[in-house]
T-cell receptor, first 114, second 114 residues
Framework: NAGVTQTPKFQVLKTGQSMTLQCAQD?????MSWYRQDPGMGLRLIHY?????ITDQGEVPNGYNVSRSTTEDFPLRLLSAAPSQTSVYFC???WGQGNNQPQHFGDGTRLSIL | AQKITQTQPGMFVQEKEAVTLDCTYD???????LFWYKQPSSGEMIFLIY??????QNATEGRYSLNFQKARKSANLVISASQLGDSAMYFC???????????FGAGTRLTVKP
């Protein structure tokens, strides 16, 4: 079972570069989300999607774009990388939008911006 | 405003003893779900246990139990018979209403001593 797959696992960028973090799930989950994890701050929500074609902003959306053209894929785009975006990024998914649904996480992408 | 508060940045416990990790939350919704996740040093997020706001019994999953005190808005995780492999970061999270995202606390780092 693949579950939630994130690529790449590690990436180093220069300030101003753009890149896309890939996320795919094979569980037919409606709900997908992106978080960033910084020391002492837990996980903070960047963007989320309740289904194909629908996205919305979380707590810290600035500097990031998302799209959801299929149920399976939810890529996160950094438009112009900044050192403040150095973080570990997690993609997650759940079966539905209900508050009894745990989220299933990918293994994370460790991103460094120089 | 912080929705989830974990007041213990770090905790130590002796192997085979029980430990309680604290979590308080803030919500005006009547319907919500509370979750605990474990993050070992390898970095993945592992779902441990869920408690619904309408559940009258405390949730249990093996050595994990959730001490749910609704009036006090607390959802503490109890780990019984601690093992060395329990050493990890533990995150409390909440999902409110319907169609809403999952918010996380800052986490507690648990170290189990031999």
């Amino acid at each position: 079972n693949a579950g939630v797959t994130q690529t790449p696992k590690f990436q180093v960028l220069k300030t101003g570069q753009s890149m896309t973090l890939q996320c795919a799930q094979d569980m037919n989950h409606e709900y997908m989300s992106w978080y960033r994890q910084d020391p002492g701050m837990g996980l903070r929500l960047i963007h989320y999607s309740v289904g194909a074609g629908i996205t919305d902003q979380g707590e810290v959306p600035n500097g990031y774009n998302v799209s959801r053209s299929t149920t399976e894929d939810f890529p996160l785009r950094l438009l112009s990388a900044a050192p403040s975006q150095t973080s570990v990024y997690f993609c997650a998914s759940s079966w539905g939008q209900g508050n009894n649904q745990p989220q299933h996480f990918g293994d994370g992408t460790r991103l460094s911006i120089l | 405003a912080q929705k989830i508060t974990q007041t213990q940045p770090g905790m130590f416990v002796q192997e085979k003893e029980a430990v309680t990790l604290d979590c308080t939350y803030d919500t005006s919704d009547q319907s919500y779900g509370l979750f605990w996740y474990k993050q070992p040093s390898s970095g993945e997020m592992i779902f441990l246990i869920y408690q619904g706001s309408y559940d009258e019994q405390n949730a249990t999953e093996g050595r994990y139990s959730l001490n749910f005190q609704k009036a006090r808005k607390s959802a503490n995780l109890v780990i019984s018979a601690s093992q060395l492999g329990d050493s990890a970061m533990y995150f409390c999270a909440m999902r409110e209403g319907v169609g809403n995202d999952m918010r996380f606390g800052a986490g507690t780092r648990l170290t189990v001593k031999p």
